[in-house]
């Protein structure tokens, strides 16, 4: 058993070598530069029709555009690792989190920001948020979830998952209600809640090293990324799971918008897929290594941030109006002042 354990070994790595070197066909999609700023670029999220963009970089600023991208200002003059940001549908709210340090947010359209420093610096790893703002997830490593409901109101946060299941996570995901939520930890099992993250369930229970997670609007459709191996595609609010993309890769990014989902490995290839279909088509192949997405809901507007390269949008025509100066001129107009209690919610596993 041990041999043919070690010959099956020794196969799939053969096979992954080839299919690293390996250029599959695919439809092209055209990269255009609409920023020709290039930083250590992290997290990007913009609105339902894509016009109020904002985005991060790592020890950087938070750069915000009310015009697709066709100007940008930073608003927020605070320099932080930051590593994660989300907005609401309208891109009316906004909030951002960093690694050993505090979370932002903003209520109106990222012109001004608000340092929560009543929550304690954590490593925070990844944010996301209900359509509508209500609901925020937001991500620690080896540490809990937290979670808030109506924050921009009450400013209260409570924790999602208790501290006694610490993790390696790695990405969170929310449906546009806010009610069905995935998290996925690194050698370690998808995790879900299907009741606004009172109570958690293992999902699925097989360990990998799982690297991303998104869910449709509904919640019904989920994709979870595993690094140098396949793409899981669960279409039953997590209930089921099965292999969607048998390629392996070195997966890394994938996001869910309206009916297509876009996946991206360490290299930058760009694969597409619909809620529908079972099949994959590579998009795009210009290594624009360690790219994430986001798109607006009619997917007229995807926007491809990579670190180290210009902002792209796939597919679109270039905008006519340069993007402007990107240098910090102005600070935020509100002082901290908020507060936070927090309360607890211990892990369910069935």
């Not at 070197?21 to 530069?33: F, G, P, Q, V």
């Not at 109101?153 to 546009?176: A, F, G, H, R, V």
């Not at 099965?242 to 989902?261: C, D, G, H, Q, R």
């Not at 079972?278 to 941030?305: E, G, H, P, Q």
Request: glycine residues 2%; aromatic residues 16%; hydrophobic residues 35%.
């Amino acid at each position: 058993v041990l041999l043919l354990d070690m010959i099956k070994s020794l196969i799939n790595n053969i096979l992954f070598i080839i299919l690293l070197l390996r250029e599959y066909d695919c439809i092209s999609y055209s990269l255009n530069e609409i920023v020709n700023e290039k930083k250590a670029w992290k997290s990007i999220s913009c609105s339902e029709n894509g016009r109020f963009v904002y985005f991060i970089a790592i020890y950087d600023y938070i750069y915000v555009s009310n015009d697709y991208l066709n100007t940008i200002s930073v608003i927020n003059s605070i320099k932080r690792s930051y590593n994660s940001i989300s907005t609401s549908s309208t891109g009316q709210l906004v909030i951002a989190s960093t690694a050993n340090s505090f979370i932002y947010s903003s209520i109106d359209f990222g012109i001004n920001w608000n340092e929560l420093t009543s929550i304690d610096s954590k490593q925070w790893v990844q944010v996301s948020m209900s359509s509508d703002g209500l609901y925020i997830y937001l991500l620690t490593i080896y540490d809990s979830i937290y979670y808030s409901s109506n924050w921009y109101s009450n400013e209260d946060y409570s924790i999602s998952i208790s501290n006694s299941l610490i993790k390696l996570w790695q990405s969170i995901s929310c449906s546009s209600s806010g009610q069905y939520v995935y998290a996925v930890a690194k050698n370690d099992y998808i995790y879900q809640s299907t009741n606004y993250g009172s109570i958690w369930t293992v999902s699925y229970n097989s360990k990998k090293l799982w690297s991303d997670i998104s869910t449709s609007s509904s919640g019904q459709y989920v994709y979870s990324l595993v690094y140098g191996q396949y793409i899981y595609r669960s279409s039953n609010y997590g209930s089921y799971w099965f292999v969607s993309n048998a390629i392996f890769a070195l997966w890394s990014f994938v996001t869910v918008a309206n009916n297509n989902v876009y996946a991206v490995d360490s290299f930058g290839k760009i694969y597409l897929s619909y809620l529908t279909s079972f099949s994959w088509i590579k998009i795009n192949s210009n290594k624009t290594r360690d790219a994430i997405l986001s798109v607006s809901y009619d997917n007229n507007y995807v926007y491809v941030l990579a670190p180290y390269l210009p902002i792209y949008s796939l597919n679109q025509i270039d905008p006519t109006t340069s993007p402007t100066s990107m240098d910090p001129t102005y600070s935020p107009t509100t002082s901290p002042t908020n507060s936070y209690a927090l309360s607890t919610n211990d892990l369910v596993v069935h």
